[in-house]
Nanobody, 115 residues
Framework: QVQIVESGGGLVQPGGSLRLSCVAS????????MSWYRQAPGKERELVAT???????NYADSVKGRFTISRDNAKNTMYLQMNSLKPEDPAVYYC?????????WGQGTQVTVSS
């Protein structure tokens, strides 16, 4: 059974940091490209960052230089280190596992930025 569980969200002040984790099971994690998406109320879900099977990374322009995506295939876990959080970053952050064939979403973790 496929499971993707995000954690690490919460309330942080502007300029603060959070580290999100995404733990996967039920599929061969290392063979999937992994991404973080986010969705704010009333907005479309948007891609935040992607890390390929080989470890190459891509970021949305809005988070470049502030967020870092990484993965630990031995732990079936992906991370998103978020620094210098801004008022426009609050959203539900989702983990997405992608390859040719079935793809999987997590249930999301809420990030709130407020003073």
């Amino acid at each position: 059974q496929v499971q993707i569980v995000e954690s690490g969200g919460g309330l942080v002040q502007p300029g603060g940091s959070l580290r999100l984790s995404c733990v996967a099971s039920g599929f061969t994690f290392s063979t999937y490209a992994m991404s973080w998406y986010r969705q704010a109320p009333g907005k479309e879900r948007e891609l935040v960052a992607t890390i390929t099977r080989g470890g190459s990374t891509n970021y949305a322009d809005s988070v470049k230089g502030r967020f870092t995506i990484s993965r630990d295939n031995a732990k079936n876990t992906m991370y998103l280190q978020m620094n210098s959080l801004k008022p426009e970053d609050p959203a539900v952050y989702y983990c997405y596992a992608d390859r040719v064939g079935p793809s999987f979403w997590g249930q999301g973790t809420q990030v709130t930025v407020s003073s």
